[in-house]
């Protein structure tokens, strides 16, 4: 029995001397320094045990810990470095900024990704992970049909390349200048500074209008006179406010023509080209200045009229 009570008494006192620096307990006695009964000092004796092994298990993975951490570390700040050289190696070949913004961010997660499953093979089996993510790929890609399409929808964009970032186009009844193409949508700002995120699939099923793809365009301009003005008269007048606008393109030339016989008035068409960025200007300058050239000249811009005729039985 003196044996067996000088045996706890060691392991309490080499357990209690080993903690001693992370736990100043003594399992022995109790808070008022008194021994405590011995199915008491048995159960302490095995809780600080559990803890020193718990410290152990710590220990021992630290240095996996630590090799892990700089491993994800290190995805990060590579991925960084691939995306500033891809950046950087595409805009100085003058590649659209959508192509390889896209190419970034592909190759950004990609190596995020790869670094993140060697820290996590750090501490378990990487090929049973990759099973249960193919069975979960599987699964999400069935349930995700609509966000797979948007993904290959992008991926059309770019290689059939309708429009560009900067581009004014028109998709799905929205028209605005587009800033950004991202893997499932293509972000457009329109004239009044609304920021529209239209689905990739939408656009590619859609009919597309890029006002942006060629450097000129052509301005439709109508203009009603009265049928008492003289019609040449009224020509020549559009035709030296379009020589006066310095932002009309001389080729090819304007033209101006009587378009239809309206009910109270003579239509007249200008058809003018401008380059592609100035269009708006051009044809809010025109109408201003048409106006005001007419004023001048005395021709009217007639009202509607109603001829009404009165019979008398």
Known sequence: MKNLVSSVLLTATTVAETSEATTLYNP???????????????????NLW?????VNKILTALPSIVIAV????????????????????FSAN??????????????????????ILFAVSMFYDVNSIFVA????????????????????????????????TGDFVEVNGVSGSVTDIRFMNTVINTPDNKKIIIPNSHITTNHIINYSAENSRRVDLMFSISYKDDIQMAKNVILDVIRDNDKILTDPAPEVYVNSHEASSVCLVARIWCAGIDYWNVYFSMQENVKIAFDK?????????????????
Do not use: C, M
């Open 28 to 46: 022995l006695l109790d808070e008022n320094g008194q021994f405590v009964d011995a199915s008491e000092a048995v159960n302490n004796i095995g």
């Open 50 to 54: 559990e803890e020193w092994d718990i």
């Open 70 to 89: 700089i491993l994800v570390v290190l995805g990060f700040v590579l991925a960084k470095l691939a995306s500033k050289i891809i950046v950087k190696t």
């Open 94 to 115: 003058h590649v659209d900024p959508s192509v390889y913004n896209f190419i970034r961010r592909f190759v950004s997660a990609g190596i995020k990704l790869i670094f």
């Open 133 to 164: 993510l193919g069975g979960a790929g599987l699964a999400a890609g069935i349930g995700l049909q609509d966000s797979v399409a948007q993904f290959a929808s992008g991926i059309q964009i770019l290689i059939n390349h309708p429009f560009k």
């Open 297 to 313: 000249n005395g021709i009217s811009i007639p009202y509607n009229q109603v001829d009404v005729h009165i019979v008398n039985k």
